[in-house]
């Protein structure tokens, strides 16, 4: 079992950034790769990044690529989320989810834990 809590999200202005952190206990995290999601008001949720175990190797949905970065400390048991040059089109709940293999990283049903989300929320 892995418990996962995000953090870091809140206001911010259009071309503003934040780092979203989730931070995970429960068993050793170093064996789970990492995704990021989020979910906007009647949306569904959304695929944005990925990290796998190793860390050594990020993948991310095109609508975020170049904006978003993820990165991961073990030792702190910690992923990371920088999102740079915010949109108010990226207001959304943010979530971080762990999945045991990097295969369709993308679809969330390959994920079996799950954070609750923090909100972010864009001004223009």
């Known amino acids: 079992q892995v418990q996962l ?3 870091g999200g809140g206001l911010a202005q259009a071309g ?3 780092t979203l952190s989730c931070a995970a ?3 050793a995290f170093n064996n789970y790769a990492v995704g990021w999601f989020r979910q906007g008001p009647g949306k569904e949720r959304e695929f944005l990044g990925h990290v796998t175990k190793s860390g050594g ?3 991310y949905a095109a609508s975020v690529k170049g904006r978003f970065t993820i990165s991961r400390d073990d030792a702190a048991n910690r992923v990371f989320l920088r999102m740079n040059s915010l949109k108010p089109e990226d207001t959304a709940v943010y979530l971080c989810a762990a999945a045991v ?3 369709d990283y993308a679809d969330r049903r390959r994920y079996s834990y799950w954070g ?3 909100q972010v929320t864009v001004s223009s």
């Open 57 to 59: 190797n990020t993948y």
């Open 5 to 7: 809590v995000e953090s």
């Open 101 to 103: 293999y990097s295969i």
């Open 116 to 118: 609750q989300g923090t």
């Open 16 to 18: 503003g950034s934040l």
């Open 25 to 27: 206990s429960g068993r």
